[in-house]
C-alpha cells in the first residue's frame, strides 16, 4: 500500500481545503521528509485525516469522536486519501455535513465513498462494505493500519522497559493478538463449568432415595383407603350441605312474604290521599288558563302600540346616525378647503424661489451643448496617456529583467564549476570507502581466527606428542609449547578493527555528505537554468518600445492635453495633469448642466400646477356650504320624531297598569306553567304509585310460588341451623384432611417411581460428563488459566521472536554495536547483546536515552515489515521520539531511514525538533495563523 495523496477540508484549526501529494516532487524525489510545525498547529490532525478517510474514525479518538473534528462556524468538513494497492489507484473519501448548509444546523450522517481515482468509477458506498473491500485490497483494518503505517514510538519505549508479564499485555495492544489471552480464559472457563456440572450431577444420583419392597406395599394399602374414605366423607359433606341450603331459602321466603304484605298496605292508604291532591291541582291550572284567554285582546292593542314605538325609535336612531355622517362629512371638507388654501401658498413660495435660483444661474444653460464635444477630446487624451504609460512601464521591466539575466547567467556559471569539483571529490570518497571497505572485512576475518585461536588456549596444554588433536586429529602440535601471547593478538586486532571500523564510517557519512550536496547543488542548478529561461520568455513577450518611439507618444499625449485644457468649459480651471482630472472636472461640470436642466423643467411644470390648485380651493368652499345647510335640516327633523315617540310610551304605559307588554304576558304565562306542572307531577306520583303497588302484588305471588315445594314443613328456629351449620363444616374439614392425606400418598408414590426411574438413566450420563470434563481438563493444562496470560505469553513469545528478528535487520544498520534477543527460561523478557563487548547480553535499562531511542525505531520498523508480509507497505509516519538523540545518533538513524528509500518506501516524521529541521530541508510545515486556524506548506 502506498500513499499518494491526502486533502482535507475544515478539520480542526486546518480550515479551508489543503492537500499534500506523497506522489509528486518535492515529497516524492526526498528519501525521508519531515512534518513539523507548533505544538497544537494541526500536524497530527494531517494523520488524523488518513484514518478518517480510510476507515471513518480519526486516528487518535476512534468512531465516538469524529463529529468533533469539524472546525468552528464551518458547515462541512472532508477527508479524501489517494492510495495504491496491487497496481490499481484507489480515493477513499469521508464527509460530514450540517443541514441547510448553517454552521447552526443539525449534524446530518457521515458519508463514506470508495472510487477509483483514474475512472471515477463507485466501488462501495456503505460503511461496511467500504472497510471489507479496503481490508482485502490492502489487508489492513483500521488497528493493522495504525501498527504498520502511522507508528507511534511511545508504544515501543514502554514496551523495552516493560516487565515479561506487561510485555505480553503490550505486545497484544501493539500487534491485535488479545485473541489468545481470550481462548486462555475460554478454555479454563468451560473446564470449570464442565468439572462443576459432573461433581453436582454425582452428588444429586448420591442423594436419590427408592422404597423397599414391603414400604412400597404399605404405601399403596393405605393408598387405596385414603380414597375410599375420601369418598364416603365428601358424599356425606354434600348431602349436608344441600339440606342446610334448602331450610335456610325456606326461612328467607317467609320473612320476605310477611315483610312485602306490610308495605302493600301502607301503600294503599298513601294512594287514596294522592288522588284528592291531584283533582285540587287540575282545577289551579284550568284555572289560570281562563284568565290568560280573556288577557289576550288587551295584549294584541299593545303590541301594535309597541311596533308603532319602535318604529318612531327606529326612524329618530337613523336620523341621529345621518346627521353624525354628514358633521363627519362637513368637517373633512372644511379640512381639504384649508389644505388647498395653504397648498396655493406653499406653491407660491416655491415658485418664487425657483425663477430666482433660475435666474442667478442663467450661464448654465450652454453647458449642455459643449460637454459632448469636450468628452469626446478628453476619451482621446485618455488613451493615448494610457499607451504612453503602459510603454514606460514595459521598457523598464525589460530593462530590470536584461540586469536579472545577467546576474543569473553568473550564478549558473558558479554552480556548474561547484557540481563540477563536488563530483569529482564524491569519486575519490567512493573509492576510498570501497578501500577501506575491503580492508575492514579482512580484518575482521583475521580478528575471527584469532579468536578462534585464542579460545583454545587453556587446552594447549593438553597436548602430548604422537597422541591426536581431539580437534583436528593431527598428531604434530607446534603450537603446544608457543610463547606467543595469543590473547594480546586477540585484544590487538580487535583495537585495530575498531579503529578501521571507526574510520570506515567517518567516509561513509562524508560521502552521504558529498551525495547530498550534490543534489542540492544539481536541484540548485536546474532551478536557476529554469529561471533563466523564464527571464528570456518573459522579455520575450514583454514587446517593450524603443526610446524613440517613447519620444513619439509622448508628443502625441502633449498634444491631445492642450486641446483639452484650451476649451472653452475648463478654461477656468488650473492645468490638468492627467485624463483622470479632466474626466472628474467633466463629471462635476455634467452635474451642473443635469440640475440646471432639472429646475427649469420643474419651473415650467409649476406654472401649470397653480392653475389646478386654484380650482380645488373654490370647490372646497362650495361644497362646506352645502353640508352646512343639509346638517341643520337634519336636526329639526330628529326634533319632531322625539316628540311623537314619547306621546306613544305614556298612552302604552296607561293600558297596561305600568309594566311592559312583555312582563305582563310573561306574568300570566308563568302563572299557567307552573299550574300545569303541579298537576303533571300529581299525576306522574300517581301513576308511580300504582306501579309500586302492582309491583309489590307480583312479589309476593312470586314468594307464594317460591313456598309451595315447602307445603306442610315447619319453618326451623335458630337453634337448629347453627347445629345443622356446624356439623356440615365438620363433615367438609375431615374430608379436606383425608383429601390432604390422600394428595401426599399419592406424590409418595411418584415419587418413588420416578426415582427409580433416575437411577437406572443417571449412570450413562455420569459418565458421559467425567469424560467431557477431564477431555477439557487436558486442554486447560495446555493453554487455560482464570487471567488468560498461560497461552497468552505462549503465544506472544512466538510474535515477540519473529519481531526480534526483523527488528534485528534494521538494528544492524541503526546500531552496528548491539542485537536484540529473547532470554533464556523466559522468553517474554527481553534483553540486548553488545556485540563489540564479548557478546555479552544486558538488561534493556542499561541503554541510553538515543540507544533506547533506535532500538524502539527498530521494533517499529519491524512490526510494520510484521504487518506487512503479505501485503507491501510503500508508506510510514513516525511520530515523536527524536528529541532525545544527539546529532551524531540522529544522523545514523536518518540515514538508516534513507536507505529504505531503496526499497521503494516513502517514510515522513513528525516532530519539531530544531535539529530536524536542519537535517531535512523538504518538509510538510504546518503554519499556525490568526484566530485558532493553521495552513500547510510544502516547501523544500
Same mark, same amino acid.
Given at each position: 500500500?502506498?500513499?499518494?495523496?491526502?486533502?482535507?477540508?475544515?478539520?480542526?484549526?486546518?480550515?479551508?481545503?489543503?492537500?499534500?501529494? @506523497?506522489?509528486?516532487?518535492?515529497?516524492?524525489?526526498?528519501?525521508?521528509?519531515?512534518?513539523?510545525?507548533?505544538?497544537?498547529?494541526?500536524?497530527?490532525?494531517?494523520?488524523?485525516?488518513?484514518?478518517?478517510?480510510?476507515?471513518?474514525?480519526?486516528?487518535?479518538?476512534?468512531?465516538?469522536?469524529?463529529?468533533?473534528?469539524?472546525?468552528?462556524?464551518?458547515?462541512?468538513?472532508?477527508?479524501?486519501?489517494? @492510495? &495504491?494497492?496491487? !497496481?490499481?489507484?484507489?480515493?477513499?473519501?469521508? /464527509?460530514?455535513?450540517?443541514?441547510?448548509?448553517?454552521?447552526?444546523?443539525?449534524?446530518?450522517?457521515?458519508?463514506?465513498?470508495?472510487? #477509483?481515482?483514474?475512472?471515477?468509477?463507485?466501488?462501495?458506498?456503505?460503511?461496511?462494505?467500504?472497510?471489507?473491500?479496503? &481490508?482485502?485490497?490492502?489487508?489492513?483494518?483500521?488497528?493493522? @493500519?495504525?501498527?504498520?503505517?502511522?507508528?507511534?514510538?511511545?508504544?515501543?519505549?514502554? +514496551?523495552?522497559?516493560?516487565?515479561?508479564?506487561?510485555?505480553?499485555?503490550?505486545?497484544?495492544?501493539? $500487534? !491485535?493478538?488479545?485473541?489468545?489471552?481470550?481462548?486462555?480464559?475460554?478454555?479454563?472457563?468451560?473446564?470449570?463449568?464442565?468439572?462443576?456440572?459432573?461433581?453436582?450431577?454425582?452428588?444429586?444420583?448420591?442423594?436419590?432415595?427408592?422404597?423397599?419392597?414391603?414400604?412400597?406395599?404399605?404405601? &399403596?394399602?393405605?393408598?387405596?383407603?385414603?380414597? $375410599?374414605?375420601?369418598?364416603?366423607?365428601?358424599?356425606?359433606?354434600?348431602?349436608?350441605?344441600?339440606?342446610?341450603?334448602?331450610?335456610?331459602?325456606? *326461612?328467607?321466603?317467609?320473612?320476605?312474604?310477611?315483610?312485602?304484605?306490610?308495605?302493600?298496605?301502607?301503600?294503599?292508604?298513601?294512594?287514596?290521599?294522592?288522588?284528592?291532591?291531584?283533582?285540587?291541582?287540575?282545577?289551579?291550572?284550568?284555572?289560570?288558563?281562563?284568565?290568560?284567554?280573556?288577557?289576550?285582546?288587551?295584549?294584541?292593542?299593545?303590541?301594535?302600540?309597541?311596533?308603532?314605538?319602535?318604529? =318612531?325609535?327606529?326612524?329618530?336612531?337613523?336620523?341621529?346616525?345621518?346627521?353624525?355622517?354628514?358633521?363627519?362629512?362637513?368637517?373633512?371638507?372644511?379640512?381639504?378647503?384649508?389644505?388647498?388654501?395653504?397648498?396655493?401658498?406653499?406653491?407660491?413660495?416655491?415658485?418664487?424661489?425657483?425663477?430666482?435660483?433660475?435666474?442667478?444661474?442663467?450661464?448654465?444653460?450652454?453647458?449642455?451643448?459643449?460637454?459632448?464635444?469636450?468628452?469626446?477630446?478628453?476619451?482621446?487624451?485618455?488613451?493615448? @496617456?494610457?499607451?504612453?504609460?503602459?510603454?514606460?512601464?514595459?521598457?523598464?521591466?525589460?530593462?530590470?529583467?536584461?540586469?536579472?539575466?545577467?546576474?543569473?547567467?553568473?550564478?549558473?556559471?558558479?554552480?556548474?564549476?561547484? !557540481?563540477?569539483?563536488?563530483?569529482?571529490?564524491?569519486?575519490?570518497?567512493?573509492?576510498?570507502?570501497?578501500?577501506?571497505?575491503? *580492508?575492514?572485512?579482512?580484518?575482521?576475518?583475521?580478528?575471527?581466527?584469532?579468536?578462534?585461536?585464542?579460545? %583454545?588456549?587453556?587446552?594447549?596444554?593438553?597436548?602430548?606428542?604422537?597422541?591426536?588433536?581431539? =580437534?583436528?586429529?593431527?598428531?604434530?602440535?607446534? %603450537?603446544?609449547?608457543?610463547? $606467543? #601471547?595469543?590473547?594480546?593478538?586477540?585484544?590487538?586486532?580487535?583495537?585495530?578493527?575498531?579503529?578501521?571500523?571507526?574510520?570506515?564510517? #567517518?567516509?561513509?557519512?562524508?560521502?552521504?555528505? =558529498?551525495?547530498?550536496?550534490?543534489?542540492?547543488?544539481?536541484?540548485?542548478?536546474?532551478?536557476?537554468?529554469?529561471?533563466?529561461?523564464?527571464?528570456?520568455?518573459?522579455?520575450?513577450?514583454?514587446?517593450?518600445?524603443?526610446?524613440?518611439?517613447?519620444?513619439?507618444?509622448?508628443?502625441?499625449?502633449?498634444?491631445?492635453?492642450?486641446?483639452?485644457?484650451?476649451?472653452?468649459?475648463?478654461?477656468?480651471?488650473?492645468?490638468?495633469?492627467?485624463?483622470?482630472?479632466?474626466?472628474?472636472?467633466?463629471? *462635476?461640470?455634467?452635474?451642473?448642466?443635469?440640475?440646471?436642466?432639472?429646475?427649469?423643467? &420643474?419651473?415650467?411644470?409649476?406654472?401649470?400646477?397653480?392653475?389646478?390648485?386654484?380650482?380645488?380651493?373654490?370647490?372646497?368652499?362650495?361644497?362646506?356650504?352645502?353640508?352646512?345647510?343639509?346638517?341643520?335640516?337634519?336636526?329639526?327633523?330628529?326634533?319632531?320624531?322625539?316628540?311623537?315617540?314619547?306621546?306613544?310610551?305614556?298612552?302604552?304605559?296607561?293600558?297596561?297598569?305600568?309594566?311592559?307588554?312583555?312582563?305582563?304576558?310573561?306574568?300570566?304565562?308563568?302563572?299557567?306553567?307552573?299550574?300545569?306542572?303541579?298537576?303533571?307531577?300529581?299525576?306522574?306520583?300517581?301513576?308511580?304509585?300504582?306501579?309500586?303497588?302492582?309491583?309489590?302484588?307480583?312479589?309476593?305471588?312470586?314468594?307464594?310460588?317460591?313456598?309451595?315445594? +315447602?307445603?306442610?314443613?315447619?319453618?326451623?328456629?335458630?337453634?337448629?341451623?347453627?347445629?345443622?351449620?356446624?356439623?356440615?363444616? /365438620?363433615?367438609?374439614?375431615?374430608?379436606?384432611?383425608?383429601? $390432604?392425606?390422600?394428595?401426599?400418598?399419592?406424590?409418595?408414590?411418584?415419587?418413588?417411581?420416578?426415582?427409580?426411574?433416575?437411577?437406572?438413566?443417571?449412570?450413562?450420563?455420569?459418565?458421559?460428563?467425567?469424560?467431557?470434563?477431564?477431555?477439557?481438563?487436558?486442554?486447560?493444562?495446555?493453554?487455560?488459566?482464570?487471567?488468560?496470560?498461560? %497461552?497468552?505469553? +505462549?503465544?506472544?513469545?512466538?510474535?515477540?521472536?519473529?519481531?526480534?528478528?526483523?527488528?534485528?535487520?534494521?538494528?544492524?544498520?541503526?546500531?552496528?554495536?548491539?542485537?536484540?534477543?529473547?532470554?533464556?527460561?523466559?522468553?517474554?523478557?527481553?534483553?540486548?547483546?553488545?556485540?563489540?563487548?564479548?557478546?555479552?547480553?544486558?538488561?534493556?535499562?542499561?541503554?541510553?536515552? !538515543?540507544?533506547?531511542?533506535?532500538?524502539?525505531?527498530?521494533?517499529?520498523?519491524?512490526?510494520?515489515?510484521?504487518?506487512?508480509?503479505?501485503?507491501?507497505?510503500?508508506?510510514?509516519?513516525?511520530?515523536?521520539? +527524536?528529541?532525545?538523540?544527539?546529532?551524531?545518533?540522529?544522523?545514523?538513524?536518518?540515514?538508516?531511514?534513507?536507505?529504505?528509500?531503496?526499497?521503494?518506501?516513502?517514510?515522513?516524521?513528525?516532530?519539531?525538533?530544531?535539529?530536524?529541521?536542519?537535517?531535512?530541508?523538504?518538509?510538510?510545515?504546518?503554519?499556525?495563523?490568526?484566530?485558532?486556524?493553521?495552513?500547510?506548506?510544502?516547501?523544500?
Amino acid at each position: 500500500m502506498r500513499l499518494l495523496a491526502v486533502r482535507l477540508q475544515n478539520l480542526n484549526s486546518l480550515s479551508g481545503m489543503h492537500e499534500v501529494r @506523497f506522489d509528486a516532487v518535492p515529497l516524492s524525489a526526498a528519501g525521508v521528509f519531515l512534518i513539523t510545525g507548533p505544538t497544537g498547529a494541526g500536524k497530527s490532525t494531517l494523520l488524523d485525516a488518513m484514518t478518517l478517510a480510510l476507515y471513518g474514525r480519526a486516528a487518535r479518538y476512534g468512531n465516538d469522536k469524529a463529529d468533533e473534528m469539524m472546525s468552528r462556524h464551518t458547515a462541512e468538513c472532508l477527508a479524501e486519501v489517494d @492510495f &495504491e494497492t496491487g !497496481g490499481e489507484t484507489l480515493r477513499a473519501i469521508w /464527509r460530514l455535513r450540517r443541514a441547510r448548509g448553517k454552521a447552526d444546523g443539525k449534524l446530518q450522517p457521515v458519508e463514506r465513498r470508495l472510487a #477509483n481515482a483514474a475512472t471515477g468509477a463507485i466501488l462501495a458506498e456503505k460503511a461496511g462494505e467500504m472497510d471489507r473491500i479496503i &481490508e482485502e485490497k490492502t489487508g489492513l483494518d483500521a488497528q493493522r @493500519f495504525l501498527r504498520s503505517v502511522l507508528l507511534a514510538q511511545g508504544q515501543f519505549a514502554a +514496551f523495552l522497559k516493560a516487565k515479561p508479564n506487561e510485555r505480553a499485555e503490550l505486545l497484544e495492544k501493539i $500487534t !491485535g493478538t488479545e485473541i489468545y489471552s481470550d481462548l486462555s480464559v475460554l478454555a479454563y472457563e468451560t473446564h470449570k463449568a464442565k468439572d462443576e456440572a459432573a461433581r453436582t450431577l454425582k452428588e444429586r444420583l448420591g442423594a436419590v432415595m427408592v422404597l423397599d419392597d414391603v414400604a412400597r406395599a404399605n404405601l &399403596e394399602t393405605s393408598l387405596d383407603q385414603a380414597r $375410599t374414605t375420601s369418598a364416603r366423607l365428601q358424599g356425606e359433606s354434600q348431602a349436608t350441605a344441600q339440606q342446610l341450603r334448602e331450610q335456610r331459602e325456606h *326461612a328467607g321466603i317467609v320473612a320476605e312474604i310477611a315483610k312485602h304484605t306490610a308495605a302493600l298496605q301502607t301503600l294503599q292508604k298513601s294512594q287514596v290521599k294522592l288522588h284528592a291532591d291531584t283533582a285540587r291541582s287540575k282545577a289551579a291550572a284550568e284555572e289560570a288558563r281562563l284568565q290568560r284567554t280573556k288577557r289576550e285582546p288587551l295584549w294584541e292593542q299593545a303590541a301594535g302600540m309597541a311596533a308603532q314605538s319602535d318604529q =318612531l325609535e327606529k326612524q329618530l336612531t337613523d336620523s341621529r346616525a345621518m346627521y353624525q355622517v354628514w358633521a363627519k362629512d362637513q368637517k373633512e371638507t372644511a379640512a381639504k378647503r384649508e389644505a388647498a388654501e395653504k397648498a396655493l401658498h406653499a406653491h407660491d413660495e416655491t415658485s418664487k424661489t425657483l425663477e430666482a435660483w433660475l435666474k442667478q444661474n442663467a450661464g448654465d444653460a450652454e453647458l449642455g451643448e459643449a460637454l459632448p464635444k469636450l468628452r469626446g477630446a478628453v476619451r482621446e487624451w485618455r488613451a493615448v @496617456f494610457e499607451k504612453l504609460a503602459d510603454g514606460r512601464k514595459r521598457h523598464a521591466e525589460a530593462t530590470t529583467m536584461h540586469q536579472n539575466l545577467s546576474k543569473a547567467e553568473a550564478a549558473m556559471a558558479a554552480l556548474v564549476q561547484q !557540481g563540477t569539483e563536488g563530483a569529482a571529490k564524491a569519486e575519490k570518497a567512493r573509492t576510498e570507502l570501497e578501500r577501506l571497505t575491503k *580492508a575492514l572485512e579482512a580484518q575482521r576475518e583475521l580478528v575471527r581466527h584469532a579468536e578462534q585461536v585464542a579460545g %583454545f588456549d587453556e587446552h594447549r596444554q593438553d597436548l602430548k606428542p604422537g597422541e591426536a588433536c581431539p =580437534l583436528c586429529g593431527a598428531l604434530e602440535h607446534p %603450537f603446544a609449547n608457543a610463547a $606467543t #601471547n595469543f590473547e594480546s593478538q586477540l585484544q590487538a586486532a580487535r583495537k585495530l578493527l575498531n579503529g578501521m571500523d571507526q574510520q570506515r564510517e #567517518n567516509a561513509n557519512r562524508g560521502l552521504i555528505a =558529498l551525495e547530498r550536496e550534490l543534489a542540492k547543488n544539481g536541484a540548485e542548478t536546474s532551478a536557476e537554468r529554469k529561471r533563466i529561461e523564464e527571464i528570456k520568455k518573459r522579455v520575450s513577450e514583454l514587446e517593450a518600445p524603443a526610446e524613440e518611439v517613447l519620444e513619439q507618444w509622448s508628443a502625441d499625449e502633449k498634444l491631445k492635453r492642450d486641446v483639452v485644457q484650451n476649451s472653452h468649459a475648463l478654461k477656468h480651471l488650473h492645468e490638468l495633469a492627467t485624463p483622470q482630472e479632466a474626466e472628474r472636472e467633466l463629471g *462635476a461640470l455634467e452635474q451642473r448642466a443635469a440640475v440646471f436642466a432639472r429646475r427649469r423643467d &420643474e419651473s415650467l411644470q409649476k406654472r401649470g400646477e397653480r392653475q389646478k390648485i386654484e380650482g380645488d380651493v373654490q370647490l372646497a368652499r362650495q361644497e362646506e356650504a352645502a353640508k352646512a345647510k343639509r346638517l341643520e335640516e337634519l336636526k329639526n327633523e330628529g326634533v319632531t320624531l322625539r316628540a311623537k315617540a314619547d306621546a306613544l310610551k305614556a298612552k302604552l304605559g296607561e293600558l297596561l297598569g305600568g309594566k311592559t307588554l312583555s312582563d305582563d304576558r310573561h306574568m300570566h304565562e308563568a302563572r299557567v306553567a307552573a299550574m300545569e306542572k303541579g298537576w303533571r307531577d300529581a299525576e306522574a306520583k300517581q301513576n308511580a304509585l300504582q306501579t309500586q303497588i302492582a309491583a309489590s302484588a307480583a312479589k309476593l305471588e312470586q314468594l307464594e310460588a317460591r313456598r309451595e315445594p +315447602f307445603a306442610g314443613q315447619s319453618v326451623v328456629d335458630t337453634n337448629a341451623l347453627e347445629e345443622l351449620e356446624a356439623n356440615a363444616k /365438620r363433615l367438609n374439614d375431615e374430608f379436606a384432611t383425608k383429601r $390432604t392425606e390422600l394428595g401426599s400418598l399419592e406424590q409418595q408414590v411418584r415419587s418413588d417411581d420416578e426415582a427409580r426411574k433416575r437411577r437406572e438413566s443417571g449412570g450413562a450420563e455420569l459418565q458421559a460428563a467425567e469424560a467431557e470434563a477431564l477431555r477439557w481438563g487436558r486442554l486447560k493444562e495446555l493453554i487455560g488459566s482464570a487471567d488468560g496470560a498461560k %497461552f497468552s505469553r +505462549f503465544a506472544q513469545s512466538l510474535t515477540l521472536k519473529q519481531l526480534i528478528g526483523l527488528a534485528n535487520e534494521h538494528l544492524k544498520v541503526l546500531a552496528e554495536r548491539y542485537r536484540l534477543m529473547a532470554a533464556e527460561g523466559d522468553e517474554l523478557d527481553l534483553r540486548i547483546v553488545d556485540l563489540y563487548q564479548a557478546n555479552v547480553d544486558r538488561p534493556m535499562e542499561s541503554l541510553s536515552g !538515543g540507544e533506547s531511542f533506535l532500538a524502539s525505531l527498530a521494533l517499529a520498523l519491524g512490526l510494520s515489515e510484521l504487518a506487512s508480509r503479505h501485503h507491501p507497505i510503500d508508506s510510514l509516519f513516525i511520530d515523536e521520539g +527524536f528529541g532525545t538523540l544527539d546529532s551524531e545518533t540522529l544522523e545514523v538513524a536518518l540515514s538508516a531511514l534513507e536507505n529504505l528509500r531503496s526499497r521503494g518506501k516513502t517514510i515522513g516524521l513528525i516532530s519539531h525538533v530544531e535539529l530536524l529541521k536542519e537535517r531535512l530541508t523538504t518538509q510538510v510545515r504546518v503554519v499556525r495563523g490568526v484566530g485558532g486556524t493553521s495552513r500547510i506548506e510544502v516547501v523544500t
